[in-house]
Every structure is written in C-alpha cells, then in structure tokens.
C-alpha cells in the first residue's frame, strides 16, 4: 500500500500486488525470494529490523524502516549498488 507516490498527490491509498509466473524459470517474484533467502540463510548475513521510525517526516504514515536501503543487485554490501566494475571481479 502506497499513500505518498508522485503521481498521487491527493493521498488516495493505492494497493499494489504481484503474481507469480507459472512457469519458475519466468517467474521474477520466485527469483527475488530466492535472491533474499540466499542473502539472509546461506550467507547468513544479520537480518534488518522490521520496526518503523516516524521520526523521519519524508517518509510519511508507515515511516522508515532499515531495510528500505537494501539493494536487490549489489556488490560487496547490501546497501551499495552493484556497477558495471564490480561484475569484472
């Protein structure tokens, strides 16, 4: 759910949703999970808070939460992009 968009300047809430592909091979929603399991199980890095902070105005009614730094495609940290020089090592 999404109050605060660009587009969405009246405040309406706007629900949003994903479906997985029948097909595995095709399915991005499949692909994502297995990217943040392997993140958080096999290489057993810390797992974020899930606990809001409303002292951050710009983040509006759900308020801020860790995890809304992380990277789906990063390098050597979660919260570091990845770029093109870092596929070279």
Not at 29 to 38: K, M, W
Not at 45 to 66: L, T, W
Not at 68 to 72: G, H, I, T
Not at 77 to 85: L, N, P
């Given at each position: 759910?999404?109050?605060?968009?660009?587009?969405?300047?009246?405040?309406?809430?706007?629900?949003?949703?994903?479906?997985?592909?029948?097909?595995?091979?095709?399915?991005?929603?499949?692909?994502?999970?297995?990217?943040?399991?392997?993140?958080?199980?096999?290489?057993r890095?810390?797992?974020?808070?899930?606990?809001?902070?409303?002292?951050?105005?710009?983040?509006?009614?759900?308020?801020?939460?860790?995890w809304?730094?992380?990277?789906?495609f990063?390098?050597k940290?979660?919260?570091?992009?990845?770029?093109?020089?870092s596929?070279l090592?």
């Open positions: 759910m999404a109050d605060n968009a660009k587009h969405n300047q009246t405040g309406r809430v706007d629900e949003n949703g994903a479906i997985r592909h029948r097909r595995v091979e095709h399915c991005p929603v499949n692909g994502f999970a297995l990217n943040i399991f392997a993140h958080f199980h096999i290489l890095q810390e797992v974020p808070g899930f606990a809001p902070d409303f002292d951050d105005p710009k983040y509006g009614e759900y308020g801020y939460r860790e809304y730094d992380y990277c789906v990063y390098a940290d979660i919260k570091s992009e990845m770029s093109y020089d596929m090592f």
